[in-house]
């Protein structure tokens, strides 16, 4: 079992950055891949981007690449997610999540996830 809290989402410009953070409990975080994804009002929850185990790999949705990363400190069991360039459309609720397993055989699906946090809310005003 392992619990993940984000911070960091607040208010801010269109253009403007913010950068998330979700700390992992236990001993095992380098076991899992991490990901963040994000839900806007009336919408589906969606991929923004994943990480690998170690961080050597990372993926993300089309409409992030080049302003927002990933990344992990695994000694301190904490993952992060940088967005810069923010578009009002950026606006929604993030959440992170982890993955137990080592596949990356459909990476975007919600399902491929074990545990999330609880959300952290990001908005960006135009």
């Known amino acids: 079992q392992v619990q993940l809290v984000e911070s960091g989402g607040g208010l801010v410009q269109a253009g403007g950055s913010l950068r998330l953070s979700c700390a992992a409990s236990?001993?095992?975080?380098?076991?899992?891949?991490m990901g963040w994804f994000r839900q806007a009002p009336g919408k589906e929850r969606e991929f923004v981007a994943r990480i690998s185990r170690n961080g050597g790999n990372t993926y993300y949705t089309d409409s992030v690449k080049g302003r927002f990363t990933i990344s992990r400190t695994n000694a301190e069991n904490t993952v992060y997610l940088q967005m810069n360039s923010l578009k009002p459309e950026d606006t929604a609720l993030y959440y992170c999540a982890a993955d137990t397993a080592s596949s990356v055989i459909n990476y975007s699906s919600r399902a491929r996830y074990d545990y999330w946090g609880q959300g952290t809310q990001v908005t960006v005003s135009s």
């Open positions: 236990g001993r095992t975080f380098s076991r899992y891949a």
